[in-house]
């Protein structure tokens, strides 16, 4: 009767078990899907305000999120969780805070239900069709379907068509807890920012 060394038996199951796992797993994301071969396009090295005109912080609401591919990112959460990363692909420097938010896409309308911290950006450095893609390590409580947003005075993490509703904008600003109010305006343009699950 043929007979196994025990080594050999061992080797055999953890060969088997490495087969049963995939070699690296990509964490699940939501927002647009950033790749070194998306550019951000007249947004400007200064970014572009909600509104010319306008001064102030405003609200921009993703709708729609980017891909360079076959459908569209989902702008909200499909699940509970955390955000442990947040990435953005810009034009120029600047500075913003990921917000989230609740919406009634129909009447169009939105409010803060969670705030990040303030993040700063540098822009695209090196040049070239490789673009950069800057990350933040955040830790942002989510739940399932709330919208990816953010806070600030410009923004150069944009990609802009040729119309659409891809954003939901605010001029003033959403406050936090706030009842829900009507946008301002939509616009056409792209959020380059994906928000990565821990």
């Not at 410009?154 to 406050?175: E, H, I, V």
Request: proline residues 8%; aromatic residues 8%; hydrophobic residues 35%.
């Amino acid at each position: 009767m043929f007979k196994m060394n025990p080594r050999t038996i061992v080797a055999a199951a953890v060969a088997t078990l490495a087969l049963a796992v995939p070699a690296s797993a990509s964490a699940e994301s939501f927002g647009s899907k950033l790749a070194r071969n998306i550019g951000p396009s007249n947004a400007g090295t200064d970014g572009q305000p909600c509104f010319k005109g306008m001064p102030g912080k405003c609200t921009r609401v993703m709708m729609e999120g980017y891909t360079n591919g076959p459908g569209v990112g989902k702008p909200k959460a499909p699940h509970d969780g955390k955000i442990d990363k947040l990435k953005i692909i810009a034009q120029g420097p600047g500075s913003f805070r990921p917000v989230l938010a609740k919406v009634r896409p129909g009447p169009e309308k939105a409010k803060v239900v969670r705030r990040g911290p303030k993040l700063r950006y540098a822009g695209q450095q090196g040049g070239g069709q490789r673009y950069d893609i800057e990350k933040f390590n955040v830790n942002i409580r989510v739940k399932k379907g709330e919208y990816l947003a953010v806070e600030s005075r410009r923004t150069s993490f944009l990609r802009c068509s040729s119309g659409g509703t891809n954003q939901l904008l605010f001029q003033p600003a959403l406050q936090l807890n706030d009842p829900f109010a009507s946008a301002t305006g939509s616009d056409g343009c792209w959020l380059l920012l994906e928000a990565v699950y821990d």
